[in-house]
Nanobody, 124 residues
Framework: QVQLVESGGGLVQAGGSLRLSCAAS????????MGWFRQGPGKEREFVAG????????YYADSVKGRFTISRDNAKNTVYLQMNSLKPEDTAVYYC?????????????????WGQGTQVTVSS
């Protein structure tokens, strides 16, 4: 089992940047595929980015491709989401998610563990 704690959210102007972090508990972090999701006001939770267990493969939603970068440091049990060129439509609560032994996971139901979320607000 793994526990996830996100940090790094906040208020930023359009065009700005933020880096989210997700710290995971446990000693088997490298066995978990990781993902970032977001949920805007009145919207369904949606996939943003995912990364394989080794970090060698990454994948993104079309809406963030070229602007966001997911990465991980297995030695620090942490996954990151670097967000550049932020837009008001990126405003949402951002969630970190994990699933052990998974690969290329883009759906909410495919992940077994979730963080509490961190708010990102982009002003125009």
């Amino acid at each position: 089992q793994v526990q996830l704690v996100e940090s790094g959210g906040g208020l930023v102007q359009a065009g700005g940047s933020l880096r989210l972090s997700c710290a995971a508990s446990g000693r088997t972090f490298s066995s978990y595929a990781m993902g970032w999701f977001r949920q805007g006001p009145g919207k369904e939770r949606e996939f943003v980015a995912g990364i394989s267990r080794s970090g060698g493969n990454t994948y993104y939603a079309d809406s963030v491709k070229g602007r966001f970068t997911i990465s991980r440091d297995n030695a620090k049990n942490t996954v990151y989401l670097q967000m550049n060129s932020l837009k008001p439509e990126d405003t949402a609560v951002y969630y970190c998610a994990a699933r052990q032994w998974g690969d290329y996971l883009v759906a909410v139901y495919e992940y077994h563990y979730w963080g509490q979320g961190t708010q990102v607000t982009v002003s125009s």
